[in-house]
């Protein structure tokens, strides 16, 4: 009895769940629409409504006019000046124009200063005379060359200096020579200082001239 019972419910149900599935799909017309992920939307820009300038009114002729105000337009009474040469002003001579009160001058410039004068060093004089011989103050001795020496080579160089005002030795000249000993002679004598020789009171610069012996004894 429960075997047909149960065979006959399964069959009822069955037959229930069937009815309804094939009732909702034939009275399903259309499917929904699956749903989208990007829609497209269409936006018309409206362009603002610029109202027309408006018309610029003219200036009315009975308008009146202010006799105070600046000239916007150069007048046509107008006419540049041109300055009238004179023949007092000198010839090359640079015009500048001065405005005064009333006229416009013409004002010559003055002259450039002249250049300066190179001042000449005092030209050096020989000791003699009034010219007394300036005294030495710092000695070196020559150093007596080997070769010459060895060569037993040995006399006296004669040797023209010329003294700066100071008393230093500006410059030597050899007089007579001595071939192996004259750079020994010259070397010394440019070391030497003297003391500075007055003319009237003022430092000259003067030549003198030196004997350099050297002696193997």
Avoid: C
Avoid at 5 to 15: E, G, N, P, R
Avoid at 63 to 68: M, P, Q
């Amino acid at each position: 009895m429960r075997t047909r019972t149960f065979l006959f419910s399964l069959v009822v149900h069955a037959l229930l769940v069937g009815g309804f599935m094939v009732t909702r799909i034939m009275a399903a017309t259309e499917l929904p629409d699956s749903p989208r992920a990007i829609t497209f939307m269409i936006v018309r820009p409206e362009l603002p409504t610029v109202p027309a300038p408006r018309a610029r009114a003219e200036p009315s002729p009975a308008t009146a006019i202010n006799r105070d105000a600046a000239p916007v337009e150069e007048p046509e009474f107008l006419r540049p000046e041109l300055l009238d040469r004179t023949d007092d002003t000198p010839p090359g001579a640079e015009i500048v124009l001065g405005v005064g009160a009333d006229d416009i001058g013409a004002i010559p410039l003055p002259p450039p200063p002249p250049p300066a004068r190179r001042v000449e060093p005092p030209a050096p004089v020989r000791v003699g005379g009034i010219i007394r011989q300036p005294q030495k103050t710092h000695h070196v001795a020559p150093l007596y060359p080997e070769i010459a020496r060895s060569a037993r080579v040995s006399g006296v160089v004669i040797l023209e200096a010329l003294l700066a005002e100071d008393g230093a030795v500006r410059d030597v000249r050899v007089l007579r020579s001595v071939p192996l000993l004259d750079a020994a002679a010259v070397a010394a004598v440019r070391e030497w200082r003297f003391t500075p020789t007055l003319l009237n009171g003022t430092p000259v610069p003067v030549v003198m001239t030196v004997t350099v012996a050297f002696n193997l004894n």
